[in-house]
């Protein structure tokens, strides 16, 4: 391993940054495409239908519409009330519904689900989950299935952030906590996000307002593996997972037929192209979710874990299509695999690089990249400057 200073890893983390934004941006255009939109047009439409309904009439209008008021800024309303009759008029563009618009209506789906008690009281799901059907599927699509967050309901574990910045100017709103340490290379990797995504430098990015809090376990990681800042763990992909689940089993229920014949399992990787095409979440805060699903295993920098295997989608054209994205990404040779820390003495991050033609190096690299629930876990359990000591503690270096 090479040992590196601040400035080596602030380059390198910048380097990741694009790579990462240019691959989910590559797979966006798959995923907006031909038969993958049309899979998801049908089924996110099945979710929205219901949507519709509950927030114009029967026992839970006024906390749906709270709902869909707390999610006035999705750009899938284009000006309609946040009302049952609105959304229903978003229905009726089914089909002209982007990829990201459809992303837009699952965090929808996902925030009604968590924010209202529809399906409270049923036994079945109170005895599996401690609380209520639709809001027990969602809960555990968060926080996947370990029994040590089995209860954990509000979606949050490890996540810490505050409000802190104008999203377009980036002026600071909120001062910086009194133990708040700038990891530089990981906020540089955040500030070339607002410039490289879709839409340009000016385009609404949900990472825009937040800053991560020191004991955000994904800002550790973050600044270990030379990643940029997000908006910490994302709510959106399990929102994704769980809609997407819950509309296919209606659908499979009631005999329908969906179009466009694409393994589901491909189909919930949406937020991951779609979040961090924009600018919403970083590569990481996605596939965190999806592993603690099983759907992936992935491994950092290893871009061809973001795929399910074969055996959960078998052999398509569009999973050969985002084979060769996700290949390409890792293959380019900035995509350099390094750990990052705080070096005590020198009060400064520092890291140092694995060979990526060192045989051994690049095993050790991937055991320790594996994001789990472990893996997690691990990150929980050291502070927040994420020291050398801590660090090299934890991944047995």
Not at 66 to 77: I, Q, S
Not at 176 to 202: C, F, W
Not at 342 to 359: C, H, S, T
Request: with cysteine.
């Amino acid at each position: 391993m090479q040992p590196i200073g601040l400035k080596d890893l602030t380059y390198y983390t910048k380097q990741r940054t694009r790579i990462e934004v240019d691959l989910a941006k590559s797979m966006y255009a798959v995923f907006n495409s031909d038969p993958i939109i049309s899979s998801l047009r049908d089924i996110i439409s099945l979710a929205i239908g219901d949507l519709a309904s509950w927030g114009a009439k029967g026992n839970h209008v006024i906390d749906v519409q709270a709902a869909f008021r707390e999610e006035k800024k999705l750009a899938v309303w284009k000006g309609e009330p946040k009302t049952g009759e609105g959304l229903f008029n978003v229905w009726k563009r089914r089909n002209t519904w982007t990829a990201a618009e459809c992303a837009d209506l699952l965090r929808l789906f996902g925030t009604v689900i968590e924010k209202t008690k529809i399906g409270e009281n049923v036994a079945e799901e109170q005895a599996m989950h401690g609380v209520g059907d639709g809001r027990a599927e969602h809960a555990a699509a968060r926080v996947g299935g370990d029994a040590r967050f089995k209860n954990i309901t509000d979606g949050t574990a490890g996540r810490a952030r505050e409000g802190a910045y104008d999203f377009k100017t980036q002026e600071v709103t909120n001062p910086r906590p009194v133990n708040y340490v700038e990891a530089s290379h990981t906020a540089a990797g955040r500030k070339l996000i607002q410039k490289v995504k879709m839409g340009g430098h000016d385009a609404f990015w949900g990472i825009g307002p937040f800053r991560l809090l020191p004991q955000s376990t994904l800002r550790k990681i973050d600044i270990a593996f030379g990643l940029p800042e997000g908006a910490d763990i994302s709510g959106t992909t399990a929102d994704s997972i769980f809609g997407i689940g819950r509309a296919v089993t209606f659908a499979n229920s009631a005999q329908m037929v969906l179009g466009g014949n694409v393994p589901v399992a491909l189909l919930k990787l949406l937020p991951l192209v779609s979040m961090i095409a924009q600018g919403h979440h970083t590569i990481v805060e996605s596939a965190a979710v999806l592993s603690l699903n099983k759907l992936i295993t992935y491994n950092i920098g290893f871009y061809s874990s973001l795929l399910p295997s074969s055996d959960k989608v078998g052999t398509n054209d569009q999973l050969g299509e985002l084979r060769k994205l996700t290949a390409a990404a890792e293959a380019n040779s900035f995509n350099v695999p390094l750990v990052a820390f705080y070096d005590e003495d020198k009060k400064v991050y520092a890291g140092v690089l694995f060979n990526r033609n060192d045989r051994a190096e690049m095993k050790k690299f991937r055991e320790i990249a594996t994001v789990s629930e472990d893996f997690l876990e691990r990150f929980r359990g050291i502070g927040g400057l994420v020291t050398r000591t801590d660090l090299y503690r934890i991944l047995d270096l």
